[in-house]
């Protein structure tokens, strides 16, 4: 007789489009995370999962479809690996998760909550981030981004003109103005984070974002202000973290 896990990981075979995938997915994730999986399938939001787009100590993202198609992004968030004390540095002193028990499940699927919630607050703001489609326990399904149905390239990894660098760090501006108006601070901004898609930006990775009640919020927001500042300046687009600081109080101020 098949044990109840086994038969899980059966049907859930069916959705992998490539068998190495399968693999890996057997090795990292847990009988909790196959039904969560099988769960947001069956609501439609995705069908097969195409393959995995990156892996990372926190979290695998898969590509997907749905039946018509649609691209996706699986993140699955995985409870073995995850960095406990740096997770807690943003959701202890987080209004929305008093109370939390802070055992290994429970901080997991809260975190997975809280980048939803967080996405939820900047796609309603209208800032371009990966359209949260739903979530069920440590698995988020979003927008997919990409390009001719390829991941979207980091910025990091994008070469770019003079040109090209001014108007991104207005999108930039834009972005951090903008969340902050919304009610966050995203808190780990970095070239390695944002996803360049037909020359606009794409802002990614939002678990670790803070309201701006939090204690550490204006320690958060400089130090995003600071990896902007450096990053653009060792492209050659010289800005001061006080220049760049500036600029996004003054467009937060126009919106």
């Known amino acids: 007789m098949i044990e109840t896990e086994e038969f899980e990981f059966e049907v859930l075979k069916r959705r992998f489009k490539q068998e190495s995938d399968r693999k890996t997915f ?34 695998h993202v898969f590509a997907a479809t749905d039946v018509s198609g649609n691209l996706r992004a699986v993140k699955i968030f995985k409870k073995e690996t995850t960095d406990f004390k740096r997770m807690q540095e943003y959701i202890v002193d987080d209004r929305r998760f008093q109370g939390l028990r802070k055992d290994r499940r429970n901080l997991v699927f809260a975190w997975a909550k809280k980048e939803y919630k967080n996405l939820m607050i900047a796609n309603k703001a209208g800032l371009s981030i990966p359209v949260p489609l739903g979530i069920k326990e440590n698995v988020i399904v979003m927008e997919f981004v990409n390009e001719n149905n390829k991941p979207a390239k ?19 501006v834009d ?18 984070n944002i996803l360049v898609k037909n020359k606009n930006l794409v802002i990614i990775d939002f678990a670790q974002a803070v309201l701006l009640n939090h204690p550490k919020a204006r320690d958060f927001f400089e130090r995003d202000v600071r990896n902007i500042a450096k990053f653009f300046s060792k492209k050659g687009l010289k800005i001061s973290f006080e220049a760049l600081y500036e600029k996004i109080k003054a467009r937060k101020n126009e919106l």
């Open 154 to 172: 980091k910025l990091k990894e994008t070469k770019t003109t003079k040109k090209e660098l001014e108007t991104y760090l207005e999108q930039i």
């Open 26 to 59: 057997a090795k990292v994730f847990d009988d909790q995370s196959i039904k969560a999986v099988h769960s947001l399938a069956n609501k439609g939001l995705f069908d097969v999962l195409e393959h995995i787009i990156s892996t990372g100590k926190e979290a």
């Open 175 to 192: 972005f951090m103005a903008g969340l902050y108006k919304a009610g966050l601070v995203h808190a780990d901004l970095s070239e390695y």
